[in-house]
Nanobody, 124 residues
Framework: QVQLVESGGGLVQAGGSLRLSCAAS????????MGWFRQAPGKEREFVAA????????YYADSVKGRFTISRDNAKNTVYLQMNSMLPEDTAVYYC?????????????????WGQGTQVTVSS
């Protein structure tokens, strides 16, 4: 089992920045990819960004490319999501997830473990 705990959510004005953290514990060596997803009220959970533990290759949704940066600290088993130039449409609950296979990093159903989520609200 892998446990994921997100932190860093909150309220920010449009144009501002937030950094989310996701601390992983348990059998983290069994995971290949860490991802961030988000879910706005009335919408489906959508892919935001992902990163491979080994090599650090990153993937982004078009809607956040150039504004968000995903990174990892292998020694701390922690993944970060730096969010800059934030927009009201970035408002959502953000979830951290871990994938044991790493084949389809954009697909929500590929991820095996999920955190509890952290609320991010961007005011206009």
């Amino acid at each position: 089992q892998v446990q994921l705990v997100e932190s860093g959510g909150g309220l920010v004005q449009a144009g501002g920045s937030l950094r989310l953290s996701c601390a992983a514990s348990g059998r983290t060596f069994s995971t290949y990819v860490m991802g961030w997803f988000r879910q706005a009220p009335g919408k489906e959970r959508e892919f935001v960004a992902a990163i491979r533990w080994s090599g650090g290759r990153t993937y982004y949704a078009d809607s956040v490319k150039g504004r968000f940066t995903i990174s990892r600290d292998n020694a701390k088993n922690t993944v970060y999501l730096q969010m800059n130039s934030m927009l009201p449409e970035d408002t959502a609950v953000y979830y951290c997830a871990a994938d044991r296979r790493g084949a389809y990093v954009y697909r929500r159903d590929e991820y095996d473990y999920w955190g509890q989520g952290t609320q991010v609200t961007v005011s206009s």
